[in-house]
């Protein structure tokens, strides 16, 4: 009985300091999370998370500038000065047409209301994605619209 019992302590200690060692080997798939659409636009949400709208803004949108874009930001200023910084985001919808264009959407989670963004990306050699448009859903109602 003694012997079982210090065989059996014997194989879960191996067995205990045995599993980290191998998990800490354990790496990502290469360009896990790394890159693609949905890598990007988490990155700029991350940003905007962090309250860091400047940066996020240049992350999404390279150094592209025009009216429409700096009403966007001055409206989501508001939202931040209103609400201060999200709580954090979600991944509401994945939408594909064919292989070469895709369409993400993403919730903000501010403390009162959600902010609503469509991303949309673009494709066409299989080589490697662009974003081609967004948008900035300001009513909680059409985020149940497809």
């Given at each position: ?17 045995s599993a980290p060692a191998i998990a800490s080997e354990i790496q990502a798939p290469s360009g896990w999370k790394q890159s693609g ?97 967004f948008s900035y859903i300001k009513d909680i109602k059409k985020i149940?619209?497809?």
């Amino acid at each position: 009985m003694r012997a079982s019992f210090f065989i059996a302590a014997c194989l879960s200690l191996i067995i205990c300091t045995s599993a980290p060692a191998i998990a800490s080997e354990i790496q990502a798939p290469s360009g896990w999370k790394q890159s693609g659409p949905e890598a990007h636009a988490e990155r700029f949400l991350d940003l905007m998370v962090q309250g860091k709208l400047d940066e996020a803004f240049k992350e999404l949108l390279g150094n592209n500038r025009n009216d429409a874009l700096d009403k966007l930001k001055f409206e989501i200023y508001s939202a931040y000065k209103k609400s201060g910084k999200p709580y954090g985001y979600e991944k509401i919808l994945k939408q594909t047409a064919g292989k070469s264009v895709i369409k993400l959407r993403y919730i903000l989670l501010f403390k009162n209301m959600p902010k609503t963004f469509d991303i949309y990306y673009y494709n066409p050699t299989g080589q490697n994605w662009k974003l081609r448009t967004f948008s900035y859903i300001k009513d909680i109602k059409k985020i149940f619209a497809q």
